[in-house]
């Protein structure tokens, strides 16, 4: 099923999946975005001129010209506009549904949950100077493929690992973003585990007295390509937080690939390249909450290495989907714009069946 396909041949099968004309209905009616009939005398047909606007590529006006053409509402562009930006909040609540309706459950073996964001641009002469963005803080779940969190927030609201509310049982796996003591200590407290990258320098690493640990050290007098041990690290408020470190060596050809980069990196910013750094380079270094009597070194590496799929969410999203910067200058009527699209993403086929094996550990790390 494509995407264009939702507000014709498809459509009354995505009603039927959103809980039927009534729902929409009561929930048009909710959220204020469908009060009374007037022109518009129903919230499916609502929907689906909102879906034909923000999945098209023809702009307000042609899309109140295929509205009249196929009968479905004789209405002006400015109309169409006023009617999409009273759509944030339903879109968000037919979102929060669609996720809660396919939420995994952590009774059946662990829930994971990859968390990472994406971004697209904000548009307007203005934001496009400043480089302003939405971003959006996304969950992938497994072993369901599929999206279990969006929050749709401006560039200026970071990356945290406890934006998402915790499943007791999770394991959470984050990049090198989400290494945030304070905050994986809270999700750790609320019954999850963790899994997240980690730089040689991006943590004050300690032993349990409190002592400085030269991570980097570690790695180099490692002789079997492995280091598994428990580490400490200090957060800005509270105790000590007691880790898993698990670094593994990367094959050569990464290796080399992660010091041309280093030393790119290093280039663009002017400066040299430390040794330390170009040690580092050579190793996956995670950290985690798992219990080594649970799950091995192996089993950590394998679990971090699902993050790709989150990746491949996000390129479905930006490729089939066509998600992009919204057209809308305000969060008015950009909020629904990319609501729309997130809404059509869970409306899919289920991922499973198109998503690529996980890349090799030299494409991955």
């Known amino acids: 099923m494509k995407h264009e396909s939702l507000v014709n041949e498809d459509w009354s099968s995505i009603v039927t999946r959103l809980g039927g004309a009534d729902a929409l209905n009561a929930t048009a009616r909710e959220t204020k975005a469908f009060l009374r009939p007037r022109e518009i005398t129903n919230a499916v047909d609502l929907l689906r001129l909102i879906l034909a606007y923000c999945l098209g590529d023809h702009g307000l006006r042609l899309t109140a010209a295929w509205a009249t053409s196929v009968g479905l509402v004789d209405i002006s562009n400015v109309a169409l506009l006023y009617r999409l930006r009273q759509c944030g909040d339903w879109l968000a609540m037919l979102v929060g549904h669609a996720l809660a309706s396919a939420a995994p459950k952590a009774s059946h073996g662990r829930l994971i949950r990859v968390i990472d964001a994406t971004t697209v641009p904000k548009n307007g002469p203005k934001a496009r100077k400043n480089n302003e963005l939405w971003r ?27 934006r998402i509310a915790v499943v007791k049982g999770e394991i959470r796996i984050g ?63 509270g105790s000590l937080l007691a880790v898993r470190l698990v670094a593994i060596r990367k094959p050569e050809q990464a290796a080399n690939e992660a010091r041309r ?105």
């Open 136 to 162: 959006i803080h996304s969950a992938f779940d497994l072993p369901d493929e599929r999206f279990g969190h969006f929050e749709l927030t401006n560039h200026q609201e970071g990356e945290t690992l406890d």
């Open 261 to 365: 980069k280093a030393r790119r990196e290093a280039q663009r910013g002017g400066h040299t390249v430390s040794k330390q750094t170009l040690d580092a380079a050579d190793w996956v270094i995670l950290v985690t909450s798992l219990k080594p009597e649970d799950f091995t070194a192996d089993d950590v590496l394998a679990l971090y290495r699902l993050r790709w799929r989150i990746e491949l969410g996000f390129k479905r999203l930006k490729s089939l989907i066509g998600l992009k910067g919204p057209p809308g200058t305000t969060e008015s009527s950009a909020r629904p714009h990319i609501l729309a699209h997130l809404l059509t993403i869970l409306l899919l086929e289920p991922l499973v069946d198109e998503l690529e094996d996980s890349p090799r550990l030299a494409e991955a790390a």
């Open 175 to 237: 990049d090198r973003a989400y290494l945030q003591p304070d905050r994986m200590a809270k999700v750790i407290d609320a019954g999850a585990d963790v899994v997240i990258r980690a730089g040689w320098k991006s943590a004050r690493w300690v032993d349990e007295a409190g002592n400085a640990i030269d991570v980097v050290g570690e790695l180099r007098d490692a002789t079997a390509g492995l280091v598994d041990r428990p580490i400490w690290i200090k957060r800005k408020g």
